[in-house]
């Protein structure tokens, strides 16, 4: 395909986003206007190789980009530009649905979906080192959206505000046991721990943070108060009053969002609760996208996908008892949390190029970051925390009003 033709496709797919200016820089300086309107982007082409790169979707940009083929000097625009274009292309996409749906139940289905590749698909991202997570989260290490309930709060402070209303929200007391699946860095049960006093068992199947969590619980002298599992939740056995899980759910597979969240139900007590958090995508895209190939399947979460709201309501429907209770919309809170990450990444470039993560890795780091900041600032995924109730669990009055009087704190900022 000529490149004055891709360049033609391109225009059309940006017509069909109506608003949005990108202006492409080809590599002899022709400077080549697209769209009108806000945000505006620039496309820096180093090579005209980037122009077979489009026919690649994600995948085909990010190589080029991890590959210095393009540049841009706003890359959240660009990628705003491309989010702005997406639901028009879906409808497109949905006509070859029928079509492409054998190929990619194959493809899910030939791609082994138990313990052990869920062990490696976790591997291949949260093993990457604990080194390369400090220089990028706060303190905490916590690696999930953040509430910036205030004006100026640092990172840190926003990601302790989420913590504790994850703990307010679930009423956690002195001598509750807790379940966490997905620790994280120990970021919530060691907060949980010393601030409510319950038992959290926490579990997780990255070594990296097995050894990290475990190393943190023993220096903070919490031992007795936490107990850190190497265990996939399909080994999980027993009973608890509350489970906790912070945006995990997405590394378990389209497949799994039934059977993760029946077996979670199944470790709750009757009158039990869970607090789910999720990244979650537009339901309109969801088909489309739940078994596609894309630069963050492919690089950043192998094995993962993104449930969409309803998906969640019926999985949740015919394979548990869980109720809802309350759903708490953090997707504004993303964009900036996802800025202070691509800040400190930048700004610690230097010591994470010392400790083996070269420029390739720094860039493709950069592009994820930008990638999913674009999408939540345009809507194209957002991230909830769902509050779940077993049968017989119960808000009194006095709880109710709580949960009440933090749900119009949190709307009124």
Same mark, same amino acid.
Request: hydrophobic share 40%; with cysteine; net charge neutral.
């Given at each position: 395909?000529?490149?004055?033709?891709?360049?033609?496709? @391109?225009?059309?797919?940006?017509?069909?986003?109506?608003?949005?200016?990108?202006?492409?820089?080809?590599?002899?300086?022709?400077?080549?206007? %697209?769209?009108?309107?806000?945000?505006?982007?620039?496309?820096?082409?180093?090579?005209?190789?980037?122009?077979?790169?489009? @026919?690649?979707?994600?995948?085909? @940009?990010?190589?080029?980009?991890?590959?210095?083929?393009? =540049?841009?000097?706003? !890359?959240?625009?660009?990628?705003?530009?491309?989010?702005?274009?997406?639901?028009?292309?879906?409808?497109?996409?949905?006509?070859?649905?029928?079509?492409?749906?054998?190929?990619?139940?194959?493809?899910?289905?030939?791609?082994?979906?138990?313990?052990?590749?869920?062990?490696?698909?976790?591997?291949?991202?949260?093993?990457?080192?604990?080194?390369?997570?400090?220089?990028?989260?706060?303190?905490?290490?916590?690696?999930?959206?953040?509430?910036?309930? =205030?004006?100026?709060?640092?990172?840190? /402070?926003?990601?302790?505000?989420?913590?504790?209303?994850?703990?307010?929200?679930?009423?956690?007391?002195?001598?509750?046991?807790?379940?966490?699946?997905?620790?994280?860095?120990?970021?919530?049960?060691?907060?949980?721990?010393?601030?409510?006093? %319950?038992?959290?068992?926490?579990?997780?199947?990255?070594?990296?943070?097995?050894?990290?969590?475990? #190393?943190?619980?023993?220096?903070?002298?919490?031992?007795?108060?936490?107990?850190?599992?190497?265990?996939?939740?399909? =080994?999980?056995?027993?009973?608890?009053?509350?489970?906790?899980?912070?945006?995990?759910?997405?590394?378990?597979?389209?497949?799994?969002?039934?059977?993760? @969240?029946?077996?979670?139900?199944?470790? $709750? =007590?009757?009158?039990?609760?869970?607090?789910?958090?999720?990244?979650?995508?537009?339901?309109?895209?969801?088909?489309? #996208?739940?078994?596609?190939?894309?630069?963050?399947?492919? +690089?950043?979460?192998?094995?993962?996908?993104?449930?969409?709201?309803?998906?969640?309501?019926?999985?949740?429907?015919?394979?548990?008892?869980?109720?809802?209770?309350?759903? /708490?919309?953090?997707?504004?809170? +993303?964009?900036?949390?996802?800025?202070?990450?691509?800040?400190?990444?930048?700004?610690?470039?230097?010591?994470?190029?010392?400790?083996? +993560?070269?420029?390739?890795?720094?860039?493709?780091?950069?592009?994820? $970051?930008?990638?999913?900041?674009?999408?939540?600032?345009?809507?194209?995924?957002?991230?909830?925390?769902?509050?779940?109730?077993?049968?017989?669990?119960?808000?009194?009055?006095?709880?109710?009003?709580? !949960?009440?009087? !933090?749900?119009?704190?949190?709307?009124?900022?």
């Amino acid at each position: 395909m000529s490149h004055r033709l891709l360049r033609q496709l @391109l225009k059309q797919a940006l017509s069909m986003s109506q608003t949005g200016t990108l202006t492409i820089v080809e590599p002899d300086g022709t400077r080549v206007r %697209c769209g009108t309107g806000e945000p505006e982007a620039e496309l820096h082409m180093r090579s005209e190789a980037v122009w077979p790169a489009l @026919l690649h979707g994600s995948l085909g @940009l990010a190589d080029a980009y991890a590959s210095g083929l393009w =540049e841009s000097p706003d !890359l959240v625009a660009l990628v705003r530009l491309a989010a702005r274009a997406m639901p028009a292309l879906d409808r497109a996409r949905e006509l070859s649905i029928p079509v492409i749906r054998p190929f990619q139940l194959l493809r899910s289905v030939a791609r082994p979906s138990g313990p052990l590749q869920r062990r490696r698909d976790i591997a291949a991202h949260y093993d990457l080192g604990n080194e390369l997570f400090s220089q990028l989260l706060d303190p905490t290490l916590t690696y999930s959206c953040a509430l910036f309930r =205030e004006p100026g709060m640092s990172l840190e /402070e926003a990601q302790l505000a989420k913590l504790e209303r994850v703990c307010d929200v679930l009423g956690l007391g002195r001598g509750d046991r807790v379940l966490e699946i997905g620790s994280g860095w120990g970021s919530f049960a060691l907060h949980a721990a010393t601030t409510r006093g %319950c038992h959290v068992t926490t579990t997780t199947i990255s070594r990296e943070q097995h050894r990290h969590v475990r #190393e943190r619980v023993q220096r903070e002298g919490l031992g007795e108060l936490v107990t850190v599992l190497d265990q996939d939740y399909r =080994e999980l056995g027993g009973r608890y009053d509350r489970l906790v899980s912070i945006e995990m759910i997405e590394a378990v597979g389209w497949r799994g969002f039934g059977p993760f @969240l029946h077996h979670c139900s199944g470790l $709750l =007590e009757p009158d039990g609760a869970m607090l789910l958090q999720a990244i979650t995508i537009d339901d309109r895209a969801y088909t489309v #996208e739940k078994a596609s190939r894309s630069f963050i399947k492919e +690089y950043i979460f192998p094995g993962g996908a993104l449930p969409s709201v309803s998906v969640l309501a019926r999985a949740l429907a015919r394979h548990t008892d869980l109720r809802f209770l309350d759903l /708490e919309d953090l997707s504004d809170h +993303y964009p900036e949390t996802l800025r202070r990450w691509r800040t400190n990444l930048a700004e610690n470039a230097p010591r994470l190029h010392e400790l083996g +993560y070269d420029e390739r890795f720094h860039r493709i780091w950069t592009l994820y $970051l930008a990638y999913c900041e674009a999408g939540f600032i345009e809507g194209r995924i957002g991230d909830v925390q769902i509050l779940l109730g077993k049968p017989q669990f119960r808000l009194g009055n006095g709880r109710r009003d709580d !949960l009440q009087r !933090l749900v119009d704190v949190e709307r009124a900022a």
